[in-house]
């Protein structure tokens, strides 16, 4: 071979050895472990609470719960308004036409995902509630929510005075709700009717009541008491 053959061929194999170098280093190189780095993916549906657990109490994950279920039946228009989380149970208010009412949903403990109860066509009683395995401190927290539901659908049409919620005491079949707006307020009474279904409004009040006041309204003494002794006077 002439000169430049020798140096063609000589250029051609220092580039096929460095080739062969890289491509060794690179095969042999140390991988990281990723199998043992935690996943930023969690199901859309739940929350992660920085401790490796999958929870189901976002407000969100009871209204797909809920949605999902309304799918199955094939209910159409249904509108969801209101979402309250206590623990491990939820109400999700929900309307459709003129129906409507309140959906009891759990958080199961295994998977940690929301199921529908009884998505009802009313609102709940402390009674009904803790008839359903709902704990007692629980049922309360949410027959109040459930109490301050029924008396906004009942103030929103003529709410001129920018009414706002306050405190909310609820015993056996009874309530007392307290308001206040930008010139008046009060404590409005209702009652739970087991007809229907629905907390009624009794009186909006424009004021504070007594403990006659609540007896002459037909109030049982030891509730009209419970009552009396839960609003600040």
């Not at 109490?57 to 999902?68: D, I, P, Y």
Request: charge should be negative.
């Amino acid at each position: 071979m002439n000169r430049n053959q020798i140096i063609i061929t000589a250029s051609i194999f220092i580039v096929l050895a460095v080739l062969g170098i890289i491509f060794f280093l690179y095969t042999n190189a140390p991988v990281a472990d990723v199998a043992q780095q935690p996943s930023s993916q969690y199901p859309s549906d739940s929350t992660y609470s920085g401790q490796g657990t999958i929870t189901c109490q976002t407000g969100e994950s009871v209204r797909l719960a809920f949605q999902n279920e309304v799918a199955q039946h094939n209910i159409s228009n249904v509108k969801l308004n209101q979402t309250v989380v206590v623990g491990d149970y939820a109400l999700q208010v929900w309307q459709s036409g003129d129906t409507g009412g309140e959906a009891l949903l759990k958080c199961d403990n295994t998977d940690r995902r929301w199921s529908v109860v009884t998505s009802g066509g009313a609102a709940w009683s402390l009674g009904g509630l803790t008839a359903q395995g709902v704990p007692e401190d629980t049922a309360k927290i949410l027959t109040e929510k459930s109490v301050q539901f029924a008396f906004q659908d009942e103030i929103a049409p003529y709410n001129d005075d920018n009414s706002k919620l306050h405190e909310t005491v609820v015993a056996g079949d009874y309530a007392l709700q307290v308001w206040y707006g930008d010139n008046i307020g009060g404590e409005a009474l209702l009652k739970y009717d087991n007809a229907s279904g629905r907390w009624i409004v009794i009186s909006g009040g424009g004021g504070a009541w007594s403990l006659d006041g609540l007896l002459a309204q037909g109030v049982p003494k030891y509730v009209a008491e419970i009552l009396f002794a839960g609003v600040p006077h």
